[in-house]
Each structure stands twice: as structure tokens, then as C-alpha cells.
């Protein structure tokens, strides 16, 4: 485990979502998977060198995801590109603002293409945000 006596909020919210990341998964499907430790690693590495960013869920699949067919460092520099240079800014800093710019957009889109969907969601007082929030988080 990442070093005991560090209180690191950003840590300690990391530790929690280790093993929800893939539990169906035997990389990383118990706190002793051999994919677990190497998961901590990256996520706190990335935390640690984009500390605007920190860490929120979505980045923990990203980063499992990316450990499956990567080496850690690969694993690491993936996460890098991936949020500094394909998703729009701001997308995973504290605010979220650019995933809930999607999420509008979203919105948008299903009120355009799919008009009665939307108008029985909005009805039924449906939020779709509930749905897909995590969903774009993860990139899918």
C-alpha cells in the first residue's frame, strides 16, 4: 500500500476505488490482483504530475484499461495524451467543466434527434446526466 502515514486526500480516494475499478476482472478484482498495485502506481503518478487535476473516477478505468495491453510507464504516458491533448480542457479538473459541457451537449443533441425520447425523459423527470456522466468519464 502507498505509504501508510501519507493522509493525501487525493490517495485516499484512489485507495478506495482500486478494486471497483474492473471487479470483474482478475487483474484487478481484489485488493491482491497483480493489476492492483500497478493501478496505484499510475494514478498517483498522474496525480502527482497534474495536480490541477489530482484524480476523479473515470481516470481509474482509463488507466486499468490502458494497463491491460500497456506497461506502466506506456500506461502512464497514454493517460497523459489522452488528457492533455484529446479530451477537451478542463474535462477532469475539479470543476468538470468540460464533461458537464458534454453532458449539455448531450442534452442537446437528444432534444434535437430524438425529440419525443427527450420530452418523455423530461416527463418522467428523468436527469440522462445520472446515466452518462460516468460513462463520459471513462471515455466510454
Given at each position: ?67 491491460l ?10 493517460m ?11 474535462y477532469y ?48
Open positions: 500500500m502507498w505509504a501508510q502515514n501519507k493522509i493525501d486526500p487525493v490517495v485516499k480516494q484512489i485507495e478506495l476505488d482500486l478494486t471497483r475499478t474492473l471487479p470483474n476482472n482478475r487483474h484487478y478484482d481484489s485488493a491482491r490482483a497483480d493489476g492492483i498495485p500497478r493501478l496505484r502506481r499510475v494514478l498517483i503518478a498522474f496525480s502527482l504530475h497534474r495536480p490541477d487535476v489530482g484524480y476523479c473516477q473515470g481516470l481509474n478505468r482509463i488507466a486499468a484499461v490502458a494497463l495491453f500497456l506497461s506502466e510507464e506506456d500506461a502512464f504516458w497514454a497523459c495524451l489522452i488528457i492533455d491533448r484529446l479530451m477537451p480542457p478542463e479538473t475539479r470543476t468538470l467543466l468540460g464533461a458537464q459541457v458534454d453532458q449539455r451537449v448531450l442534452k442537446d443533441l437528444l432534444a434535437d434527434k430524438l425529440p419525443r425520447l427527450s420530452a418523455h425523459l423530461a416527463e418522467q423527470n428523468v436527469d440522462i446526466n445520472l446515466c452518462t456522466f460516468n460513462w463520459f468519464l471513462c471515455i466510454y
